[in-house]
C-alpha cells in the first residue's frame, strides 16, 4: 500500500479509537463510574474488538501492547469526555453516530484486512473485521450490566457483515485494496447511517409467536 | 489413532457443535434478540469454550480459524432452528438434553486431549476437558444477563470433571486412547443423563445457615 | 534477582492467589452456588488477572498451565472457604481487606514484572500490573450479575496504577529490581489500607449534574 495511504489510514484509526471510547466514557457517566471504571469502559470499546482478534489469530502481543498510542488516545479522550460533558451540549445528536459509524467502517476494514494478512479464509476474514467492529461495544454493556444493544436491534453488525464480504470479493475479484477498503467503508457508513436516519432494523426472533407487547 | 476413528470424532465434534449451537439459539429466541443476536449466541455457546481453552494453551489462531467448518455449522444451525421453532412441537422434551449430554462428552474429551496433546499434566488436561465442555454455556449466560446456570445447580461441570479424570487415569494406566475416550464419554454421558431423569444436582453453598427459602 | 528472594516472591505470590480465591468463595456464598460454580468464582478472581495479561503478551501457555500449583492453591482454598465459612465467626473483619491489600500490591509488581521482561513500554507495564490485580475481580463480578465493584467506587485500581508507575520510574532511576519492588508494594498497599481505613474513594462521574442520591 501506498505509504500515504497507510499514514492516512492510521491517522483515521485513531480516530476511530477515540470515538468508540467516548461511547465507553458515556455509558460509564450513566452507571456513575468513577475515573478508574471510565478509563475502563472507554478502553474496553476501542480496543476490546481488535484484541479478542488479536489473541484468536495468535497475532500476540496484541497491537496495543506493540504500539501503546492507541492507550494515549483512549486516557486523553476520557478526560476530555469527562470534562465536556459537563459542558452545556451544543453538538447535534447525530455528529457522535455518525462518527461512530465511521470508526465502525474503519474497524471493520482493519480487522478484516489483518485477518487475511494471516492467511484466513475469506469467511473467518468477515468475522474477524465484524468482531474488530463490535466485540468492544459487547464487553462494555456486559461490564454495564446489560444486555448488549448489538445482539437485540439496529443494523449495526450487519453492516459490518456485509463491508466484510464485499471487500474480501473486491479483493477476490482482482481489484488492488485500497480500492476494496474503500468500497467496505462506504457500504458499512451508508447502510449504518441509513438504519440511523430511517430507524432500520433486523426483525427480533422469539420463541413466542401469538402477541407481541 | 486409526483415521476411521478420527473421522467418526470428526463427524461428532460436528454434531455437538450443532446441538450445543441450538441451545444458544433457543436462549437467543427467549431474548428476542434479532437474527445476528442468535448467529453470536450459537457461535458463543458452540465454539467459546474451545476457543478459550486454545488462546490459554497458546493453541492459536484457534480451531475454527484453521477450519471454518464449525463456523459454516454454527450459521446453518441458527438458520435451521430460527426456522425450526416456528413448526408446532413434535420432537419429545428429551431429546436435546440428550443430544447436549452427547455433546458434552465428545467436548471434553477433545479438549482434554488436546491438552495432553500440548505437554501438560493431568490436573490440567482436567480442567481444559471441563472448560470446553462448560465455557461457552457460561459467555451465553453472561451475554443473556443471567447468573451462569452451571455455576449454580445440576450436575453437568462435574460430569467433566469426572470424565476428564477417568480419561488421564486411563491413559495412565496404560490403555490405547480409544478405549480411555469411550471410558470417558460414557462416564460423562451417563452421569449427565442420571442427572436429568432423577433431577440430581449437588448442594449448593450458602453463607446464611439457618433457613433456605 | 536473588535466588532466595525469587523463593519469597513465590511463597508470597501462592499467599495472594488464596487470599483472592477466597474473596471469590464468598461471593459465590452470597449466590447460593453449588462446590463447582464456588471452584470457578475462586479459580477466576485469583487467577483471572494474570491470565488475561499473559493471553494478551503471547506469554502462552499460561502461567498456570506451566505451574499447576496455582491451580491446587484454588482448589485447596475453595475446600477450606466453604469448610470455615460454617464456623462462627472469629477473625476480625479488617485481617481480609488487608490480606487482600497484600496480594493487589504483590500481583500488581508482578504483573509490571512480566510485562517488562516481554519488552513492553512502561505505559504498558503499568497496565498489566493493574491488570494481574484487579481484571479477576472484575470477571468475578459478571459473572455474579453485578456492576464490578472496582469501577464504581473505592480507591482500588487507582493503588494499582500509582504502584505500576512508581515501579517503572524506580527501575528508569537506576535502582535495583528488589528496591523497586518494594517501593510499588509499599505504595499499593499503604494507599489500599488508608482508602479502607478512611474510606477514600475517588469522585464518580455521573452525566446528570444537578442532584446526588
Given at each position: ?103 465502525l467502517a474503519?474497524?471493520t ?50 453492516a459490518c457483515?456485509?463491508g ?21 467503508m462506504?457500504a458499512v457508513f451508508?447502510?449504518r ?21
Open positions: 500500500m501506498n505509504p500515504l495511504v497507510e499514514q492516512l489510514v492510521y491517522v483515521c484509526d485513531m480516530f476511530g479509537t477515540a470515538v468508540f471510547a467516548l461511547s465507553g466514557v458515556l455509558v460509564a457517566g450513566r452507571l456513575r463510574m468513577d475515573g478508574f471504571g471510565v478509563m475502563v469502559l472507554a478502553a474496553v470499546t476501542a480496543i476490546g474488538g481488535g484484541t479478542i482478534r488479536d489473541m484468536i489469530l495468535g497475532a500476540t502481543p496484541v497491537f496495543w501492547v506493540r504500539d501503546p498510542l492507541y492507550i494515549w488516545v483512549v486516557i486523553a479522550t476520557a478526560f476530555v469526555g469527562m470534562w465536556a460533558v459537563r459542558l452545556p451540549r451544543r453538538i447535534p445528536w447525530y455528529v457522535l453516530p455518525v462518527a461512530d459509524a465511521f470508526g474503519l474497524f476494514v482493519i480487522g478484516a484486512q489483518k485477518a487475511l494478512a494471516f492467511g484466513t479464509s475469506g469467511l473467518i476474514a468477515v468475522l474477524m473485521g465484524t468482531m474488530t467492529g463490535v466485540a468492544g461495544g459487547v464487553i462494555r454493556d456486559v461490564l454495564a450490566r446489560e444486555v448488549p444493544m448489538v445482539l437485540q436491534k439496529e443494523i449495526y453488525a450487519t457483515i456485509l466484510g464480504i464485499l471487500y474480501t470479493l473486491s479483493l477476490q475479484a482482482g481489484l488492488d485494496r485500497v480500492a476494496a477498503m474503500l468500497i467496505c462506504v451508508t447502510l447511517v441509513a438504519a440511523i436516519y430511517w430507524h432500520l432494523s433486523l426483525p427480533t426472533f422469539s420463541l413466542e409467536r401469538q402477541h407481541q407487547d
